[in-house]
């Protein structure tokens, strides 16, 4: 049987009528963690220093979006937002760090498994709530619609440590922010007595595409790097040597010097101290984020070749973007964009994104106008020829963005919203725990005021223009109010 590509979808990617004599297409999202805005080098405000080939690949054959948006500045909710096509806060009103997953509400895994795909989730696994070995809880990937799970349930695993030895050495395995030990697989653990997670992640990840190539159905595979996230100083040493920087020594429990104040052993104190300005110093930070990525963007280039290998490109849509902007405490660049990581300023929650399926998906293309991370599952189930049906879905195509859509954002007691050219939001940031590396661009207002900026003209939000365009506030403030009256009371 013949699959024929929804005629919507070509017509708006590319100016080709194409017939795939095969499967439906495999699906491949690549999510990696708190990358700079500026550390993409498709973008015109490329810093220069970040080593990005490969993923630069991914816009020679396929479109760059260039104001790509996620709905949340951190992790847990932005990844719900992209599984759900939803906005994480309909259901989770203080806006939190931990949003769960309801069981009302659909993911792309679901709707691609029950559309016949395999689908499996490599590496970091982060849904606010439910973490590490809670196998039964819906937060867990096989509870919403992967078949297969290797990974980690966190914010943040140590990129070296994956033995059962040392998670039975360590007194706090699963800290709050970042566990060690054996990875999860499945409904159990894999141990690794070696190795670098990056690594791990990605010969996982071949070794999948490898099994299913000779499998008769198409495959959904969610690649979720823990990089760029702390630690950073965590690289292999070939790439400290390319940017001439000294190994910090792993964690060790034996070893209470460190960490003096806090109980001996402890791996949180460890993951505290190196995830901050101090004991590591602001010239080196920069370079040790840099040989992270590096790292990230050859494994990248591994995962792409083994595409090519099995003759599974040209019939495999990549989708490649970051989880939210980059990080005050790493060394990332968002320039021209202010704040960063855990602020719904411009450095928060636009991030590198870009969409390749060779033949298809224009090659070369760049889209300037405004998408988000809630148009992945639409685009996607269109692709394959899903109906959603769904009314109380945010996500659109991002084969056709509309220039007046409305985008709206809520942080905890912060709060954004677009349409157009401009952004009204009341944005500060106060989730700090140390002063920002040297890249970070401070915005201009840490209140709770309303602020007006046209994101195009001024995307760093340097001019607030609240006062001289008053009816603009109005009437975006109001569009806000309005959608959250029309979509949140719901699921209260």
């Known amino acids: 049987m013949k699959y024929i590509l929804p005629i919507a979808f070509l017509f708006l990617f590319s100016c080709k009528t194409i017939q795939q004599d095969e499967r439906p297409p495999n699906?491949?999202?690549i999510v990696v963690d708190d990358q700079g805005y500026a550390d993409f080098s498709p973008f015109?405000?490329?810093e220069g220093s970040a080593h990005t080939p490969n993923m630069a690949r991914m816009a020679k054959t396929g479109t760059i979006y260039t104001q790509a948006y996620v709905t949340a500045p951190v992790c847990s909710p932005s990844r719900v937002g992209m599984l759900t096509?939803?906005?994480?806060?309909?259901?989770d009103g203080p806006a939190s760090w931990g949003p769960g997953l309801p069981d009302s509400v659909r993911t792309i895994a679901e709707y691609?498994?029950?559309?016949?795909?395999?689908?499996?989730?490599i590496g970091k696994n982060d849904l606010g709530r439910n973490f590490h070995k809670n196998y039964d809880?819906?937060?867990?990937?096989?509870?919403?619609?992967?078949?297969e799970f290797l990974g980690f349930n966190a914010h943040a695993h140590d990129f070296w440590l994956h033995s059962k030895a040392i998670q039975d050495r360590t007194p706090d395995p699963y800290g709050t922010s970042a566990v060690l030990g054996p990875l999860l697989h499945n409904e159990g653990e894999k141990s690794y007595e070696e190795g670098y997670m990056t690594d791990i992640l990605t010969d996982e990840a071949i070794s999948y595409l490898n099994g299913n190539k000779a499998e008769n159905k198409p495959f959904f595979l969610t690649l979720a790097y823990s990089a760029v996230h702390h630690l950073i100083h965590e690289v292999p040493q070939k790439y400290l040597d390319i940017y001439d920087v000294p190994p910090i020594p792993n964690y060790d429990p034996a070893d209470s010097l460190a960490y003096s104040h806090?109980?001996?052993?402890?791996?949180?104190?460890?993951?505290d101290k190196y995830s901050r300005l101090g004991a590591i110093e602001e010239g080196p930070l920069r370079k040790y984020y840099l040989a992270n990525l590096h790292c990230l963007d050859d494994n990248i280039g591994r995962l792409l070749d083994a595409l090519e290998a099995g003759g599974m490109d040209k019939n495999t849509m990549v989708i490649f973007i970051s989880d939210n902007g980059g990080s005050p405490l790493t060394g990332a660049d968002n320039a021209p964009l202010a704040g960063g990581k855990y602020s719904l300023w411009e450095g928060g929650i636009r991030v590198p994104m870009a969409v390749s399926w060779p033949g298809t998906i224009k090659a070369g293309g760049r889209e300037d106008r405004y998408v988000s991370a809630l148009d992945v599952l639409p685009t996607v189930a269109e692709a394959v020829?899903?109906?959603?049906?769904?009314?109380?879905?945010d996500g659109r195509l991002l084969s056709n963005p509309n220039p007046e859509r409305l985008l709206v954002w809520k942080w905890q007691k912060t709060w954004a919203v677009r349409q157009g050219d401009y952004k009204l939001t009341n944005s500060n940031e106060n989730h700090w725990k140390s002063r920002p590396s040297?890249?970070?661009?401070?915005?201009?207002?840490?209140?709770?005021?309303?602020?007006l900026f046209n994101v195009v003209d001024d995307p760093g939000e340097r001019n607030d223009l609240a006062e001289e365009l008053p009816e603009v506030v109005n009437r975006l403030e109001a569009a806000y109010l309005a959608w959250c009256t029309e979509n949140l009371e719901r699921y209260y």
């Open 112 to 121: 691609l498994r029950d559309a016949g795909y395999s689908t499996a989730r």
């Open 262 to 271: 806090h109980p001996v052993g402890s791996y949180s104190a460890y993951y």
């Open 44 to 46: 015109d405000n490329y």
């Open 27 to 29: 699906v491949l999202l």
């Open 85 to 91: 096509g939803k906005n994480q806060f309909r259901w």
């Open 385 to 393: 020829g899903i109906a959603l049906n769904d009314p109380t879905l």
């Open 137 to 147: 809880k819906r937060e867990y990937p096989t509870r919403h619609g992967y078949d």
């Open 438 to 451: 040297a890249q970070y661009i401070a915005p201009i207002s840490d209140s709770l005021n309303l602020k």
